[in-house]
């Protein structure tokens, strides 16, 4: 048995995310999750709220609550639909918890002690009104670049370019609108990053495994040079400065930077988890974050867009390898390319694109997330459309599984009773469909262990395809009226094909394999199964009661697709 460590890329806390986010991170990591636990590895999949830096306490100014009470707020609400989607998080945690408080304050002291953190004095914006720093997008202003208003500290939407506050011309503070403000003296940390060169080179030299994508994106960042970053900042809400456990002289107003403590709250994330164990199951988060622990065999995967890249190649690397304590390192990461809405980028401002929230009030969640898997962004860019899901949604699912499922199930109640039929001995027929499933299986399986999500949504398809063509060929309408024990084999055959389809639907499609289980008296969820057909399609008992289930999926019809089109955005929007 296997140890796997999986993390899928912390959201951040302003708001329930679109289906973008869930495509290129949640979903596909959950999906693996499932996997290797059917498989009979030990799993623990570890996510958590982003809660700090500026975008948060203006949200929650913007929502008249004090930041806490947003943070707590919108945690909850990104839990409960993220398992409403079945994401099978072990934990869920929230990077303003204590634990990530102290493992943050941790990280800085050893790496100040291994003298890679050093005080630098700053020029920022101070607004005399407001009485405090305006750090990031606390103040907005002109971009000197393309002469934009408003541009953020941190950044111009309009035209792309990063920002440091002290670049905006006419600048404002974001708070008060106040335009008297002036630069001032203000002392931060810095990490300094550029002594981690050579250590991060050495280490992604050993990651020649990697796909091209993080790779090329790691490589780009040293290549372009690594600079050392400021990693606080003047705010009250996050993590903050200490020195030896007390606050740091010159730093009582300061807190950490979200970019610094974010990445650690995976490991503080796994702390909360363990905190939160009854205590007659203690786990032990140490033997799958310490070397020295435990964790030397335990197989770490991220899962990520590709933003996040840089930040789990470099930053965060940096962060572990300069503390020079045994902490576990990635040893795969699965990145992403962006899931489109049409030709443009899902925007909540424009009401263009679907959030978590809203699809599911339209559809069940297998259905996102079958569509979700299928069109997944690994290699490139890909687009959502109505049209595209319309018909991966009738096509795969309701015309393939759900009508193989059901068609099989109404005909062994209106013949046999609803039970398992007796009788008979497989053919030609049923030793050349074992042959085929056998090597859709190996494939399946292979393109599951790859991470190869929309490879495995095709292979899964391949095999509810194999399961309709033999009963279109075996055809047990026509045998039933000369030869019993021939229609009982193919129903058997066709009975053992939809248990199997449970198990291996699961992992894409947890709901529905959940729905076909329990209607085939089977342990939910199952165990992944082996690649010899003739074994897994002989594997339900004689005389087991079973019942068609409920319709699996209603077919998304037109006038749906014009009302969605129309609430949601299209290619006309
Ligand atoms: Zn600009």
């Given at each position: 048995m296997a140890r796997i460590l999986i993390t899928s890329a912390l959201p951040y806390i302003n708001g329930v995310k679109h289906l973008g986010n869930l495509a290129g991170s949640m979903l596909p990591a959950d999906v693996y999750a499932r996997f290797k636990r059917a498989r009979g590895d030990e799993v623990l999949y570890i996510c958590a709220t982003d809660e700090h830096g500026t975008p948060a306490e203006l949200a929650a100014a913007a929502a008249g609550q004090d930041v806490a009470t947003y943070c707590q707020e919108q945690h909850a609400l990104q839990h409960d639909v993220g398992r409403a989607y079945g994401l099978s998080w072990d934990w869920f945690g929230r990077s303003s918890s204590p634990q990530n408080h102290r493992l943050t304050q941790h990280f800085a002291q050893v790496l100040e002690d291994n003298g890679l953190i050093e005080e630098r004095v700053d020029q920022m914006v101070y607004s005399v009104d407001d009485r405090r720093f305006l750090p990031d997008r606390y103040v907005e202003g002109t971009c000197p670049h393309c002469r934009h208003t408003p541009a953020r500290g941190d950044q111009c939407d309009n035209c792309g370019r990063l920002l440091d506050p002290t670049d905006l011309i006419d600048p404002y503070s974001a708070?008060?609108?106040?335009?008297?403000i002036e630069v001032r003296d203000t002392r931060h940390l810095y990490l300094l990053q550029t002594k981690m060169e050579q250590p991060l080179r050495d280490w992604l030299a050993t990651k020649g495994d990697w796909p091209l994508l993080p790779r090329s994106i790691a490589y780009k960042h040293l290549d372009d040079g690594l600079i050392d970053r400021g990693i606080t900042r003047d705010l009250a809400w996050g993590v903050p400065v200490t020195r030896d456990g007390l606050p740091r002289p010159g730093f009582e107003d300061k807190v950490f930077y979200v970019w610094f403590d974010a990445p650690i709250e995976y490991i503080a994330a796994t702390q909360e988890w363990a905190d939160n164990a009854p205590v007659e199951e203690a786990r032990d988060w140490r033997r799958w974050w310490r070397t020295d622990a435990g964790a030397e065999d335990v197989r770490y995967l991220e899962f990520m867009g590709k933003d996040n890249v840089a930040f789990h190649t470099v930053s965060f690397p940096a962060t572990i390898l300069g503390s020079r304590e045994p902490w576990k390192l990635v040893d795969t990461l699965k990145a992403f390319n962006w899931l489109n809405w049409y030709g443009g980028k899902f925007s909540t401002s424009q009401k263009r694109g679907v959030f978590m929230d809203q699809a599911l009030a339209l559809l069940p969640p297998d259905y996102w997330r079958w569509y979700l898997a299928a069109n997944s962004p690994e290699t490139s860019d890909t687009a959502f459309t109505w049209e595209q899901f319309q018909s991966a949604i009738n096509r795969d699912l309701a015309d393939v599984l759900g009508n193989f499922v059901n068609r099989i199930l109404k005909f062994n109640e209106a013949r046999f009773e609803g039970v398992v039929p007796d009788g008979g001995e497989p053919g030609e027929l049923e030793h050349r469909l074992h042959a085929d499933v056998s090597i859709k299986l190996a494939d399946l399986t292979e393109q599951m262990e790859a991470i190869e999500i929309r490879k495995s949504a095709q292979a899964l398809r391949d095999l509810w395809v194999l399961g309709n063509q033999y009963l279109q060929e075996a055809a047990p309408w026509t045998a039933i009226k000369t030869d019993r024990d021939r229609a009982a084999v193919i129903v058997r055959t066709g009975l053992n094909l939809v248990a199997l389809f449970a198990r291996i639907s699961a992992p894409i499609l947890p709901f529905t394999a959940q729905t076909i289980a329990d209607s085939m008296g089977e342990p939910y969820p199952g165990v992944w199964p082996s690649t010899d057909a003739a074994l897994e399609l002989n594997r339900l008992a004689v005389g087991q009661p079973v019942r068609a289930p409920e319709v699996l999926f209603r077919k998304v019809e037109d006038d749906q697709v014009a009302q969605w089109t129309q609430q949601f955005g299209g290619a006309d929007s």
């Open positions: 708070i008060s609108g106040s335009r008297n």
